[in-house]
């Protein structure tokens, strides 16, 4: 059984820096940050797998955010950068078996409760 524990959402002005962190990450899955908007379906937005420590952006998100893990303390990181309005949302992370397309929820055996991540203009 696997537990999940996001910490580290807040509000920021647009250009600001946010680090999220997930508690409770296994290094045989691979790892996701995914988010999720009012009134929007849950967006992918980064994935590292915990074996190789590979990882894989969103296209919105590419050049900004940073996904890392501490394996030893078991857990992952989502560092923001340059944050924009449209990165406001409630922020959860995923754990899972390798296979299928890392952006797909559904891929997901295990999910934190989420955070809030509020970004103003």
């Known amino acids: 059984q696997v537990q999940l524990m996001e910490s580290g959402g807040g509000s920021v002005q647009a250009g600001g820096s946010l680090r999220l962190a997930c508690q409770g990450s296994?290094?045989?899955?691979?790892m996701a940050w995914f988010r999720q908007a009012p009134g929007k379906e849950r967006e992918g937005v980064a994935m590292?797998?915990?074996?190789?420590?590979?990882?894989v952006y969103g296209n919105s998100v590419k050049g900004r955010f940073t996904i890392s893990q501490d394996k030893v303390n078991n857990t992952v990181y989502l560092q923001m950068n340059s944050l924009k309005p449209a990165d406001t949302g409630i922020y959860y992370c995923a754990a899972g078996v390798p296979g299928g397309d890392w952006k797909v929820p559904q891929f997901y055996s295990y999910w934190g409760q989420g955070t809030q991540v509020t970004v103003s203009s």
């Open positions: 296994r290094s045989d899955y691979r």
């Open positions: 590292i797998y915990g074996f190789s420590s590979s990882t």
